[in-house]
């Protein structure tokens, strides 16, 4: 029954958008009806909490990843690479004033 409820928990309600509180509300609910005890509430938080935390890290990696992979299909510089193009911009201009 326990796996059953973590299984449902993870489809019904999108672990990833799942905030603290509303794991915590989740869970409780599900321990005041009868169907988990308060030791395995508190552990299905735990881990709950815990793989929302991965799923979202992983997920923000991958968005990251895919700006970046559409950045270099358009060609757009980096902000290195602007930064750097800023500091020769910078050496170029000091070297034409010390030449006038």
Request: hydrophobic share 35%; no cysteine; aromatic share 4%.
């Amino acid at each position: 029954m326990f796996e059953f409820i973590k299984k449902a928990i993870f489809i019904g309600a999108g672990l990833a958008s799942m905030t603290a509180d509303k794991i915590e509300e989740t869970v409780n609910e599900i321990v005041k009806k009868g169907d988990l005890t308060e030791k395995q509430g508190r552990e299905l938080i735990q881990e709950l909490k815990e793989r929302s935390t991965k799923v979202r890290k992983e997920l923000s990696e991958k968005i990251e990843k895919v700006v970046n992979e559409t950045l270099q299909k358009l060609n757009m510089p980096t902000r290195k690479e602007i930064e750097e193009l800023k500091a020769r911009i910078e050496q170029l201009e000091k070297a034409g004033e010390k030449k006038e």
